[in-house]
DNA sequence: CATCTGACGACCG
DNA sequence: GCGGTCGCCAGAT
């Protein structure tokens, strides 16, 4: 895979909420491939305007080593996530939108969340 | 083409 | 609940 899909899949991620790796790697239908999202992030080139901050590991915990750990709960407390000994995915937890195919989804916006 | 490496994840003891 | 292993994928050597 390559990382485009990734970064836009990570642009999409909305202000104050947060993703796994893992969780983008299944949204690319490549589990497993976490690890290879994470070494996108990594690569992430800055003015892209990509919120690389807003993906985590799995249970929410920042896979980062200092300062870039530091770097990055700061950026995401900027963006009013509480960040304790780990991020709370159960209220940060985002989800892209799945495969929705067509109509069936219009009849009453399930919520997404 | 063979190996190693890394912002990962699920398991097992 | 914590730490060590093994399995994954893509890039770099």
Known sequence: MSWEPVYRL???????RVITYGEVAKALRTPGGARAVGYAMAATPPGRGIPWHRVLGAGGRIRLREPYAAKQRRLLETEGVVVGRVIDMKIYGWSFRRPQ?????????????
């Open 10 to 16: 990570v642009k999409k991620i909305p202000r104050g």
């Open 101 to 113: 195919v067509k109509k069936a989804a219009k009849r009453k916006r399930r919520k997404t969340r």
